[in-house]
């Protein structure tokens, strides 16, 4: 099996982003997701062009284990944190416009 991409999702805006054209499987087959309690929890509904509301529903995603969720209130900011933190990821960083 190839090793994944790490995938670090930091902003609620980038899931509703890959929810809206129901990318999730895609993304989920190519990376290994991480991202904190508090974007799982903001990204699970959304609105279309249209105005519709929608929901993401990542549960059975998290269930899976294809998306693991951290809470990141409960990460204590030191030296050893960020360098283990950091360890973890590429330096790349995507932007959305």
């Given at each position: 099996m190839a090793k994944k991409f790490r995938l670090l999702l930091l902003?609620?805006?980038?899931?509703?982003e890959i929810?809206?054209?129901g990318l999730?499987?895609?993304?989920?087959a190519g990376c290994e997701i991480q991202l904190a309690q508090a974007v799982l929890?903001?990204?699970q509904f959304f609105d279309d062009d249209q105005g519709?509301?929608?929901d993401s529903d990542l549960?059975?995603?998290v269930a899976a284990k294809s998306i693991s969720a951290f809470d990141a209130q409960r990460m204590r900011p030191d030296a050893g944190a960020v360098a283990w933190?950091?360890?973890r990821f590429r330096p790349a960083v995507l932007r959305t416009a």
């Open positions: 902003d609620a805006k980038m899931v509703v929810s809206r054209p999730w499987d895609q993304v989920v929890e903001d990204s519709e509301g929608h549960a059975p995603y933190f950091s360890s």
